[in-house]
């Protein structure tokens, strides 16, 4: 699929009824990020990260959601947290290029590796990831027990 004009701006008021749709098409997440459909609640959970939600558009509809920090507490790395693309247009490569976008400005200010947490359940979300150019970096288990494949992704 050719991609047209993909541009993003940081998330508005205007943009929840769109996230929350997202969220409802998207039940695996939902799952395990428990938001319980309401984005503004689970937004301040990650005030603290200072990332950056953004809303993604192609050809200006509104296409995708995103969160990614440029300094982790962790590892002071840049982490991409959450990927959510529109149910009709997933499977079409968009998430791909939203990571690629996003891994652009980050080589821009020098970072060299965009890294990502994924329930180690979670395959689709893993291959996902593998398909754009994600790698297995370790594994951790969360203070809830879970254990989580970490990813990185070079920025070359």
């Known amino acids: 699929m050719e991609i047209g004009n993909l541009s993003s701006d940081l998330m508005t008021d205007a943009d929840w009824p769109f996230f929350i749709e997202t969220i409802k098409d998207s039940p695996e997440w939902e799952e395990t990020e428990k938001s319980s459909f309401d984005p503004k609640k689970y937004m301040a959970m990650y005030e603290n990260l200072n990332g950056e939600w953004r809303l993604w558009r192609l050809d200006g509809e509104r296409i995708g959601i995103t969160f ?37 400005e980050l080589k821009k200010r020098g970072e060299k590796s965009l890294f990502a947490g994924v329930p180690e359940y979670r395959y689709m979300w893993i291959e996902f990831l593998s398909d ?20 990185v992704c070079p920025l070359i």
């Open 68 to 104: 990614h920090v440029k300094s982790s507490p962790a590892n002071q790395k840049p982490w991409i947290g959450t990927i959510l693309v529109k149910k009709e247009m997933r499977r079409t490569g968009l998430g791909i290029a939203i990571i690629g976008q996003i891994g652009k």
């Open 132 to 151: 754009a150019g994600f790698e297995q970096f370790k594994m951790e288990v969360s203070p809830e027990g879970q254990d989580y494949l970490i990813m």
